[in-house]
């Protein structure tokens, strides 16, 4: 089995900064792309940013230039930095994995979530 676990989030004032990280877990051979994604309340879940094993790296148009995103594939470890934090960055932030475990399986797999609160 492969485990995803977050921390980092919190609730911060707008124009603040916070630091999200997901570690996985695991009969992991190999990760593919790790991604961010957030669900506020009564929206749907949506993509953040994802970086490929490369280091090849996509955003959603409302984060570009505020979050980055980056990993460690050493560590298993996918981070994101947010900076100048909005009240609509609020919400639910899920990291994602695509995994090649020890089998030969490649399986997508979700963290527990860590909540976001930016205030105004």
């Known amino acids: 089995q492969v485990q995803l676990v977050e921390s980092g989030g919190g609730l911060v004032q707008a124009g603040g900064s916070l630091r999200l990280s997901c570690a996985a877990s695991g009969s992991i051979v190999r990760i593919y792309v790790m991604g961010w994604y957030r669900q506020a309340p009564g929206k749907q879940r949506e993509l953040v940013a994802s970086i490929s094993s490369g280091g090849s790296t996509n955003y959603a148009d409302s984060v570009k230039g505020r979050f980055t995103i980056s990993r460690d594939n050493a560590k298993h470890t996918v981070y994101l930095q947010m900076n100048s934090l909005k009240p609509e960055d609020t919400g639910v932030y899920y990291c994602?994995?695509?995994?090649?475990?020890?089998?030969?399986?490649?399986?997508?797999?979700w963290g527990q979530g860590t909540q976001v609160t930016v205030s105004s």
């Open positions: 994602n994995a695509a995994v090649l475990r020890e089998l030969g399986q490649i399986n997508n797999y």
